[in-house]
């Protein structure tokens, strides 16, 4: 016997929900921790609803480490590599979409293998030309080996070459240049990428750890995924004032989320329908 359909359709959104409800409790309970009382965060089975607002662990928070200047920090040094890989990124990935060359697809090839090599191997080389130019510790040490990624080059080629070839063939019978080209019809009709682009930079520069870690020497030019280790000691662990940092850390890059969500689903699922 099968049941009704608005029953079925019933169970599936219940099914979603405790999904859902699952999969955020973790994020809910670390924002929630943040005005529940040391003894209320150390229970077991843990506590969800703080019994009252407390405010201790945010002013401990402030306390311990300058966390306004490491969220400035990762502001800066996020905003700028993002702006970085949409220059670069947008303007390799329009050569190899719309420029002609010889031995064009093999140089996509190997741009693209650029991929397959891990972080950890271009480090050390990274980090010893960065000390050579006297970097370390500043704001150009952490932006610079980030400001080309190949995969955003192959992101916005893909995109690029969605759009109508209609296009390119009336803009060059028109006397349009590639330049004027680029500015004036592929960058308004490929926001959707570019935006997708942005949120993914902008997010994976902001959670970035290793690499500031090595780099700066001084609480002025730490970032906020450092900032949060700081409030761990060796003797123990106040769990309370951990969660109230990690939420600090977490609500600018969810905020990004949410305002950016609408073009970050337009442009990953760009091309999945035709027509």
């Known amino acids: 016997m099968t049941l009704p359909l608005p029953l079925r359709k019933s169970a599936v959104y219940l099914l979603l929900c405790l999904m859902a409800l699952f999969i955020l409790y973790p994020l809910l309970y670390t924002f929630l921790s943040v005005f529940m009382t040391p003894e209320e965060t150390n229970q077991f089975p843990p506590k969800l609803l703080p019994s009252s607002l407390y405010l201790g662990s945010l002013e401990a928070v402030i306390d311990l480490i300058p966390v306004g200047r490491f969220i400035l920090n990762s502001f800066l040094v996020s905003g700028l590599v993002m702006i970085g ?3 670069t990124a947008s303007l390799a990935a329009y050569a190899f979409a719309f420029i002609s060359f010889r031995g064009k697809a093999i140089w996509f090839a190997v741009f693209l293998s650029t991929m397959m090599i891990p972080w950890e191997v271009t480090m050390i080389p990274n980090f010893l030309l960065i000390k050579s130019w ?30 109508p070839k209609e296009l390119f063939e009336a803009a060059k019978m028109d006397g349009c240049g590639h330049l004027r080209y680029f500015a004036n019809i592929v960058l308004p009709l490929s926001r959707p990428g570019l ?76 091309g999945a329908v035709k027509g």
């Not at 080309?148 to 690029?160: D, E, I, N």
């Not at 750890?209 to 002025?220: D, K, M, R, S, V």
């Not at 060796?234 to 890059?253: H, Q, Y």
């Open 195 to 270: 935006a997708t682009l942005a949120v993914y930079v902008f997010l994976n520069t902001w959670n970035m750890y290793l690499w500031p870690l090595l780099i700066t020497n001084t609480a002025e030019m730490r970032t906020v995924q450092i900032g949060v280790s700081m409030l761990q000691f060796e003797e123990f662990t106040a769990w309370n004032i951990v969660l109230s940092g990690v939420a600090l850390v977490l609500l600018p890059s969810l905020l990004l989320i949410v305002l950016g969500l609408k073009q970050l689903v337009r442009g990953l699922t760009a």
């Open 85 to 87: 890989q949409l220059i």
């Open 134 to 163: 006297n970097w370390l510790d500043t704001y150009p040490g952490l932006v610079f080996p980030f400001l080309a990624s190949a995969f955003g080059v192959f992101l916005l080629r893909q995109f690029y070459l969605q759009l």
